[in-house]
């Protein structure tokens, strides 16, 4: 399995940027999508997630300015971030779980930055 990540980029406060992930491979089926991130010096934190029948959740600190959605028909996972903080810099992963046969296992993309600066 591979996820490709893309959409990070300088943005100023306020601003907004939309991240994708797309998953290609074969021979298992999805369930949970997400997005975590790591800031500098900081331990890599969830940020969102969504269950294969669209239920959400999110950290308290990006609720009401993020919104993460799946696309099952393209193995893909997305994360518009509205309302950019400076706090919200950091390198930004998609990650899955799937099932392959008998076994459910994790995979993760490379990661995009997005930093948020004046």
């Known amino acids: 399995v591979q996820l490709q990540a893309s959409g990070g980029g300088l943005v100023q406060p306020g601003g907004s940027l939309r991240l994708s992930c797309a998953v290609s491979?074969?021979?298992?089926?999805?369930?949970?999508m997400g997005w975590y991130r790591q800031a500098p010096g900081k331990q890599r934190e969830l940020v969102a997630v969504?269950?294969?029948?669209?239920?959400?959740n999110y950290a308290d600190s990006v609720k009401g300015r993020f919104t993460i959605s799946r696309d099952n028909a393209k193995n893909a996972v997305y994360l518009q971030m509205n309302s950019l903080k400076p706090e919200d810099t950091a390198v930004y992963y998609c990650t899955i779980e799937l099932t392959r046969g008998a076994y459910k296992e994790d995979g993760w993309g490379q990661g995009t930055q997005v930093t948020v600066s004046s």
């Open positions: 491979g074969s021979g298992f089926s999805i369930n949970t």
């Open positions: 969504v269950t294969t029948g669209g239920s959400t």
